[in-house]
């Protein structure tokens, strides 16, 4: 469904593949003439929307209702133009949930950090993301002052 998202639809970027549990999700970003910059390469703000949501989605799936989840931050390397195809990766293991799990059901809360690739069809870095993911328990209460 998310391919049917209007940011997505009409801006080149595809989910191509993705696990049954949604623990895994695969994007490509066709360079299109409406996705190019000034000098015909991948706009950056293209190549980050590629890779904005899916680690959330992962951890608000696997997590379920009890949890809040957000995205809290990003940062991105432009390492190389994007001049093409470009695809990006985004999974969770069932052993990194339960860490975050774990770690949530503990403090109450907690910022975890994800790293992501944009890489283009030879295998070659075209931008480097680090995300920020807050999750929290519903029932987490912060203390009183």
Do not use: H
Not at 22 to 33: G, I, M
Not at 112 to 134: H, M, R
């Amino acid at each position: 469904m998310i391919n049917w998202y209007p940011p997505y639809l009409f801006s080149g970027i595809k989910v191509i593949d993705y696990a049954d549990d949604f623990s895994s999700f695969r994007t490509r970003l066709k360079l299109t003439w409406y996705n190019r910059n000034l000098i015909g390469t991948a706009f950056g703000g293209s190549l980050y929307s590629m890779c904005d949501p899916f680690f959330m989605f992962i951890i608000l799936i696997q997590l379920g209702e009890e949890y809040i989840v957000w995205d809290k931050s990003a940062t991105i390397e432009f390492v190389k133009p994007g001049k093409g195809t470009v695809y990006a990766e985004f999974k969770l293991s069932p052993d990194q949930i339960s860490e975050i799990k774990d770690a949530v059901d503990r403090d109450g809360k907690g910022v975890f950090e994800f790293p992501c690739e944009v890489k283009d069809k030879a295998g070659n870095l075209i931008a480097k993301l680090q995300k920020g993911v807050y999750v929290r328990r519903k029932d987490f209460a912060k203390p009183k002052a």
